[in-house]
């Protein structure tokens, strides 16, 4: 099992910019596709990216497209969310997920696809 950490969640200003770093344990990251997923409360979770093992490959939610952008460096076990042109709506709580599939060739956000996920950063937007 993988260990994720994420860190880098904050209170920011609408218009503002942040951006969270998940750090995973282990050797085999560079062969899984990773996602962030968010939930806000009283609300499902959601997806929000994610990236292809091989990095390159990247997806995304519409209600972020435009405004995210997750990349990983596979040297550091690390993949970031980068967002910019935060809205309130974007408060949420922010987790990142490792793939159950080695290498998968598709992308999606279906939850399901993930198995190893982080506990978790805050973050807050206020208008």
């Known amino acids: 099992q993988v260990q994720l950490v994420e860190s880098g969640g904050g209170l920011v200003q609408a218009g503002g910019s942040l951006r969270l770093s998940c750090a995973a344990s282990?050797?085999?990251?560079?062969?899984?596709?990773m996602g962030w997923f968010r939930q806000a409360p009283g609300k499902e979770r959601e997806f929000v990216a994610a990236?292809?093992?091989?990095?390159?490959?990247?997806y995304y939610a519409d209600s972020v497209k435009g405004r995210f952008t997750i990349s990983r460096d596979n040297a550091k076990n690390t993949v970031y969310l980068k967002m910019n042109s935060l809205k309130p709506e974007d408060t949420a709580v922010y987790y990142c997920?490792?793939?159950?599939?080695?290498?998968?060739?598709?992308?999606?956000?279906?939850?399901?696809?993930?198995?190893?996920w982080g506990q978790g950063t805050q973050v807050t937007v206020s208008s």
């Open positions: 990236i292809r093992w091989s990095g390159g490959i990247t």
């Open positions: 997920a490792k793939d159950r599939a080695i290498r998968r060739p598709v992308l999606t956000g279906t939850g399901e696809q993930y198995d190893d």
């Open positions: 282990g050797r085999t990251f560079a062969s899984y596709t």
